[in-house]
């Protein structure tokens, strides 16, 4: 049987949004609703890898694990990696990386997705959703995947690029892509060890790597896209509708 660990990295110094992991909603803090959501997946164990000692407490108190891990990191892949080395585990065989600031998560999609990596046995995998409006479009925070072919709530597409900015009229499979990967261990392995390409570097999106290195990656249908916290804006929205009580 294949085994699967989530870990979600985690840390303070967010550049427009500083300390929103512990932002609180419904008196919980964001980086412990994600853990939450992650262990109802049922897929694996669940840690967080934190970059604050502040996170680590916050978690552990709320009934998560978590470890501390360095600062210098430049992307959550990096973080993760540290902390799969540091939590020594062995038989692993997929690691699946959550975004810590996104509570509304599905557990079905992070089960769909560790499904199809397993059926597939994927390098790495990842989420996309339907891009809902023109606004998400010319969204630069708002990332985008072009696939192959077109997502259905079956298929595993190889992506074939990410970039933020779409303004071609070409009607391409182009989705709103989901920043949660799930990577083979052994492409993990090989994936820190690559150095930055400049397309990932100019774009700011590390998956960019992975396809100049001629690394898969596939994507799977969403039911929904998760709300990400990147400003007071979003985090105010965001706690609004989760703490609604008709």
Same mark, same amino acid.
């Given at each position: %049987?294949?085994?699967?660990?989530?870990?979600?990295? &985690?840390?303070?110094?967010?550049?427009?949004?500083?300390?929103?992991?512990?932002?609180?909603?419904?008196?919980?803090?964001?980086?412990?609703?994600?853990?939450?959501?992650?262990?109802? @997946?049922?897929?694996?164990?669940?840690?967080?890898?934190?970059?604050?000692?502040?996170? #680590?407490?916050?978690?552990?108190?709320?009934?998560?694990?978590?470890?501390?891990?360095?600062?210098?990191?430049?992307?959550?892949?990096?973080?993760?990696?540290?902390?799969?080395?540091?939590?020594?585990?062995?038989?692993?065989?997929?690691? +699946? @990386?959550?975004?810590?600031?996104?509570?509304?998560?599905?557990?079905?999609?992070?089960?769909?997705?560790?499904? +199809?990596?397993?059926?597939?046995?994927?390098?790495?995998?990842?989420?996309?959703?339907?891009?809902?409006?023109? &606004? %998400?479009?010319?969204?630069? *925070?708002? #990332?985008?995947?072009?696939?192959?072919?077109? !997502? *259905?709530?079956?298929?595993?597409?190889?992506?074939?690029?990410?970039?933020?900015?779409?303004?071609?009229?070409?009607?391409?499979?182009?989705?709103?892509?989901?920043?949660? =990967?799930? =990577?083979?261990?052994?492409?993990?392995?090989?994936?820190? /060890?690559?150095?930055?390409?400049?397309?990932?570097?100019?774009? &700011? +999106?590390?998956?960019?790597? /992975?396809?100049? *290195?001629?690394?898969?990656?596939?994507?799977? !249908?969403? &039911?929904? @896209?998760?709300?990400?916290?990147?400003?007071?804006?979003?985090? +105010?929205?965001?706690?609004?509708?989760?703490? =609604?009580?008709?």
């Amino acid at each position: %049987m294949r085994k699967t660990i989530i870990l979600i990295p &985690s840390r303070m110094a967010a550049q427009r949004l500083p300390g929103k992991p512990l932002l609180k909603i419904n008196n919980l803090p964001i980086i412990s609703h994600v853990v939450d959501r992650a262990k109802d @997946s049922g897929v694996g164990e669940v840690v967080v890898c934190a970059e604050d000692k502040e996170i #680590v407490s916050v978690v552990e108190k709320n009934g998560g694990k978590a470890i501390l891990t360095g600062s210098h990191h430049k992307n959550g892949t990096e973080r993760i990696y540290e902390g799969i080395q540091k939590l020594k585990k062995k038989g692993i065989d997929f690691v +699946l @990386s959550l975004q810590g600031d996104e509570p509304t998560v599905q557990p079905k999609d992070i089960v769909r997705l560790n499904n +199809l990596m397993i059926e597939n046995n994927a390098e790495i995998g990842t989420l996309a959703a339907e891009i809902k409006n023109e &606004s %998400m479009m010319k969204n630069r *925070n708002v #990332v985008k995947v072009i696939t192959k072919e077109k !997502l *259905n709530n079956y298929n595993f597409a190889k992506a074939s690029n990410f970039l933020r900015i779409y303004e071609s009229k070409e009607n391409l499979n182009i989705y709103h892509h989901i920043g949660i =990967y799930c =990577y083979k261990f052994s492409i993990l392995e090989k994936f820190v /060890a690559l150095d930055r390409t400049e397309n990932e570097i100019k774009n &700011s +999106l590390e998956q960019l790597r /992975a396809l100049d *290195n001629n690394i898969n990656i596939n994507v799977a !249908l969403a &039911s929904t @896209s998760p709300i990400g916290i990147d400003t007071n804006e979003d985090y +105010l929205e965001l706690k609004k509708i989760m703490e =609604y009580k008709p």
